[in-house]
């Protein structure tokens, strides 16, 4: 049983929406994958400056206790870095998984699509043949009517 253009139409127009829909997701991972590795860009450039900060302060002579307070501290943003690094890979994962879905639902859109152009090139050549077979037809009548008698 053949789906009717309309019902094709239809499924044509549910696909889109669905990839569209998976479109707007994978935009939206991305974006979120961007924030975390803005914010690990961030961690990081501070904990260089901190870096920086301290040797010149170890320079100029620091007490052992603010020595150790400081390097704790950058012991500290490196475990969120770390940890940071792990939430954008985890990201990526997901920007990933959210592109392998968007494609699906593409693939199934443009298969449709396909689909759809076929049965009305089809369709076209059933119309044509049906149209050739009618001027045949009237053609051939016009002659017998035409035709001289013997």
Not at 30 to 50: C, F, S, T
Not at 95 to 115: H, M, N, P, T, Y
Not at 120 to 129: A, H, I
Request: glycine share 4%; charged share 35%; with cysteine.
């Amino acid at each position: 049983m053949a789906l009717k253009p309309t019902g094709l139409l239809t499924v044509k127009k549910l696909a889109m929406n669905a990839e569209r829909k998976e479109a707007v997701r994978l935009a939206e991972c991305m974006r979120r994958a961007e924030e975390k590795k803005a914010k690990l860009g961030e961690l990081e450039a501070y904990l260089k400056e901190y870096t920086g900060a301290l040797l010149t302060l170890g320079e100029q002579g620091l007490p052992v206790l603010e020595l150790r307070r400081r390097h704790a501290f950058m012991v500290q943003i490196n475990a969120v870095i770390i940890q940071q690094q792990s939430v954008v890979v985890a990201a990526q994962h997901l920007v990933d998984e959210c592109r392998q879905r968007w494609f699906q639902a593409k693939r199934k859109a443009d298969g449709i699509s396909d689909l759809i152009l076929r049965k009305e090139q089809e369709l076209n050549r059933v119309e044509d043949k049906r149209a050739q077979r009618l001027m045949d037809d009237l053609s051939a009548q016009r002659w017998s009517r035409n035709k001289p008698t013997d």
